[in-house]
Structure formats: C-alpha cells, structure tokens
C-alpha cells in the first residue's frame, strides 16, 4: 500500500496541482503555539510548513512523496524528510505545534498528542463522511464520521475550536469537513501512561 501510495503522490506533486496557500484554519490559529517547534504531517508541497517557516518556527516537514520532499530541501527553517507513516513514529514531547490537512490516519491520533508539549497545539482539517459529497476518495477510510475528531482528542486536550461544515474543494466540488484546533493539557496521560 506505501508504495502504491507513494506513486500516486509522486505523480501528484509532480503534476503540481495542488493548491499553495495556506488554509484560513492554520493561519488563524497558529499564534496559539507556546514555541516555534512546528510539524507537519503529510506536509505535500510544502504550502503549510513555508508559511510556518515565515512566522519564524522550525518545521518538521513530513511526506511519503520524494517530489514533494526534495522541493523542500534547503529552504531555511524546514527539515523536510521522507517518511512513511505506515511505519513511522513521532517523537515524544517535542512540538508546540503540529499541522494536519486533508490527511486522515487514526493511528497517528495518539502519537500526535504524545508529540507535543504541554499546552502544545494541533491544528487538523480533512473531508467528513456526507451522503451529499461530490467526490468521495476510493477508500472510505480517508474521510472522518460525525462527530469523530472531538472523541478522538476531547480527553486529553482542551478543544479551541471544532466545527464540520461544508465547503468546495481545491477541485470545485462541493464536500463535508472538519475542523479542530486542540491544547494539549498540562500533565494529560497516554494511553500507555493510563493502562500502565
């Protein structure tokens, strides 16, 4: 699957066909960061992690797509690598932010509050399930269900913000997301923290 997935983001980002501004969510709410340590997952070509770099944060930039990773090489403030998150694990306690946009793992849902420090802020937007989308992606599993970023993440973090609402995608058609801007709590445990 990685490597089908890296294929078809390769040819993707070499096609260059996705958008290269930031979303409202990210610009909006990244004053919220008590630091400058930034991550972005699935961070495609960069628009999220160069618009953070701007702001003055050191970002870790993170892609299946070698494409996408070698155009981020050498522009100061982006640590960019190629990772596959199949396999992948974040460090733990090392973010005051973490991007996440249009990328849907639930396994990583754990990880990335374990990632940040205390009073740290994840920033996530992807499609939600919706019988009136007009484009739906080839595995249902890439869109989230009602109601379910703030179940996810509503233990150990303060939600900021948490909307799902309808919009029209990069390509025009009309689709369902959510939106979440969560803190971290001070002293929240891990799953691995709780069951011991």
């Known amino acids: 699957m990685a ?11 070499s096609r260059d066909e996705m958008p290269h501004t930031p979303i409202e969510l990210v ?16 961070c495609g070509n960069g628009r999220h992690s160069k618009w953070l770099a701007e702001q003055g944060f050191e970002v870790d930039a993170l892609d299946i797509s070698s494409v996408a990773i070698e155009k981020l090489q050498d522009i100061p403030g982006i640590h960019a690598k190629e990772v596959d998150f199949d396999t992948y694990t974040l460090p733990k306690e090392k973010y005051d932010l973490i991007v ?10 754990t990880q990335m509050i374990d990632a940040l420090k205390p009073g740290g802020i994840i920033i996530f937007e992807t499609f939600l399930h919706h019988p009136d989308n007009e ?16 179940a996810a ?42 069951w011991g």
């Open 135 to 150: 484009r739906e992606p080839s595995n249902p599993a890439f869109r989230l269900n009602e109601g379910e970023l703030e």
């Open 100 to 109: 996440k946009v249009y990328f849907l793992q639930r396994k990583l849902f």
């Open 3 to 13: 490597a089908e997935d890296k294929e078809r983001w390769n040819a993707k980002h």
């Open 153 to 194: 993440f509503d233990d150990r973090c303060e939600l900021l913000h948490i909307s799902e609402y309808r919009d029209t995608d990069y390509m025009g058609y009309k689709t369902m997301k959510a939106a979440m801007v969560a803190r971290k709590k001070a002293g929240g445990m891990s799953d691995e923290d709780f």
């Open 27 to 42: 610009t909006r709410y990244t004053s919220l960061a008590p630091g400058k340590q930034a991550l972005d997952i699935a």
